[in-house]
């Protein structure tokens, strides 16, 4: 008879048998701590509408990137056959939910050794109570053992921020989001718990093809009828202060690199005008008002408090073919080398002393950590070092940030954990891996006579809880 499937609960944990007893020990003191998700992308309609979610894949394969990539390089599948509709609503995507489970559970083999299979094997083990391994045999069964559950009123989005016992979530909203969902959870008691977070990339990028349009529908939410440059500062400005009147703490930047080299006002006004008019500008004009814009954000959060988080360095969109036909977001964002100490300096020197400016700074290359954002993080006071996220969201990846940031930044200039996702089950697996590796991380230093055990214990409630609030705590 095979034996049913369960988790080792010392997964993750050192394989060592010197500092696994260590480990256990500090894992046991923080394992059960809420979990503080501040930056995510759990959209705040499911929260708003708060109504079942439609079936298995829905909820756990076609809003993971992460699953739909691997499965997209096996030839598993097409994001078609996972249920991805094209943009312009040509071709024919799958619409059996139970069809897309079986692709995925067929393929479970390709997730070894990924953190995928670590926070996938979470979930269904521990929130749906899965006994099977995925497989194409087992496929029909867990897809019917995951239907039965999250048909049952309990599983609704708001009953599972008590049972994933989530203290408080951040959205990720638009420039021009209207925040009516915000309002209306905040009129029936979520307003502290389901926070927005103010997203402005496409009103700060003129190759936008929208850009026009997104600039007046962020001006319209803002209640500032936009027609020059200043008004579209007099914009922002009024829709920063309406997220934070919403309860928002923080605005996130994806840009494409991390410049922050303020332009002439003048300067500034030319090319704005230009794209607003529909006028080419020229690839270099565009990033120079990224850049510039970076900088009018901070200068912004001086005056809000917003906490500004940067997430540069990534080419969004690879394959443009995909993008076109699917859209952003369906795992074809891959990491590129990024510069920061020169590129951040001319925020840094502007604001990074400023008592009401907080900057978070994130990467996805880790040649950085030790070299550039652990040297300005363990200096200026107003800059804080984000967590490892996508594809450094992973078990040797966050070992190797702990040991390469933290000597020179110390504990307490990182941000603690962010899981950054927008698979909602996922949530507590990914907090959990976290856990579990500082866990390791911190009997090592207790094992090697650097941190008494008293210290370590209390350093995990740093990471796991105390930080996360700190760093996100608007000013």
Known sequence: MTQPWTL??????????????????????????????????????WFADDTPFPDPAALLVTPDH?????????????????GVQPLDGSGVAETDPRAIWRRFCASWKAFRGTPTRFWMEHELVTIFGVTQRPSAETADTIYDQVAAEIAKPDFRP?????????????????????LE???????????????????????????????????????????????????????????????????G???????????????????????FAAAFAGRPVSAAEVSAFAAHMLFQM???????????????????????????????????????????????RPMLEAFGHHPNFRTIVFTLDEDVYSRELAPLAGVYPAMRLGAPWWFIDSPEAMRRFRETATETAGFLNLSGFVDDTRAFCSIPARHDLARRIDSGYLARLVAEHRLDLDEAIDTAHDLTYRLPRLAYEAR
């Open 298 to 344: 901070a200068q912004m959060a001086c005056e809000d408090g917003l906490v500004m988080q940067i997430h540069p360095g990534v080419e969004r969109g690879h394959s443009r073919e995909m993008t076109a036909r699917y859209g952003a977001d369906k795992g074809y964002d891959i990491p590129f080398a990024v510069e920061y100490t020169r590129a951040l």
């Open 249 to 271: 703490t923080a605005t996130d930047h994806g840009h494409y690199t991390a410049d922050t080299t303020p332009l002439p006002d003048d300067d500034a006004a030319r090319l």
């Open 66 to 82: 992460y699953l739909m990539r691997m499965l997209v390089s096996q030839g598993a599948a097409t994001l078609a056959e996972l």
């Open 8 to 45: 080792h609960d010392d997964r993750a944990l050192p394989a060592d048998p010197v500092t696994r007893p260590i480990a256990r020990e500090i894992y046991q003191e923080i394992r059960g701590l809420p979990i503080v998700s501040m930056h995510g992308h759990v959209p705040v309609e």
């Open 158 to 178: 708001r009953a599972l921020l008590d049972r994933f016992d989530i203290e408080v979530i951040g959205t990720t909203d638009p420039a021009w989001a209207s």
């Open 181 to 247: 969902h915000h309002h209306a959870l905040a009129a029936e008691g979520f307003g502290a718990r389901i926070l927005p977070t103010f997203r402005p990339d496409p009103v700060l990028h003129l190759d936008n093809p929208t850009f026009t349009h997104d600039v007046l529908a962020t001006g319209a939410a803002a209640g500032v009828d936009v027609v020059d440059y200043a008004t579209y500062l007099d914009a922002l400005r009024a829709q920063r202060l309406r997220f934070k009147a919403a309860g």
